[in-house]
């Protein structure tokens, strides 16, 4: 039997499982259709800005809000195979968060690299 994994190997195999998107690959993912998913807290998205459309969901109910079969999933989320793709500030949390979507059947849920400070940096479009 395997020991526990320290969060950098969970980290890693979560990632293996995604394939993640870059900042202008997510934006044309979401010109296409993908539903951008912001998972920051308030303190952050109120110092660094928000990015234009995102959805603003709580980390602690993501997986209420985007479970297509929940009574309390938002409206945006219509199947199980919507694309959906999370941020964070930085890409970590994220990652792990599009894992447990994908458990719950959202077989198209990945994440964006480096998160919204990527974004940020490769200058696409913040609202503050």
């Known amino acids: 039997m395997d020991g526990p994994l320290s969060i950098d190997e ?6 293996a499982s995604l394939r993640r998107l870059g900042p202008e690959q997510a934006q044309r993912a979401v010109a296409a259709g993908a539903l ?11 110092r660094d800005g928000t ?22 999933r938002v409206p945006e989320m219509v199947s199980h195979d919507q694309h959906v793709i999370v941020l964070c500030d930085e ?6 968060a599009a894992a447990s ?7 198209d849920a990945t994440d964006l690299v480096g998160g ?12 503050h």
Do not use: C, M
């Open 91 to 96: 890409g970590y949390a994220s990652s792990l």
């Open 101 to 107: 979507l994908r458990q719950l059947g959202v077989h």
């Open 51 to 72: 990015i234009p459309g995102a959805l603003v969901i709580g980390r602690n109910v993501l997986e209420w809000r985007l479970d297509p079969t929940s009574a309390d």
């Open 36 to 46: 951008l998913v912001d998972i920051r807290p308030s303190e952050l998205r109120d």
């Open 10 to 15: 969970l980290l890693d195999r979560t990632r």
């Open 116 to 127: 919204f400070q990527a974004w940020k940096a490769a200058g696409l479009p913040v609202e």
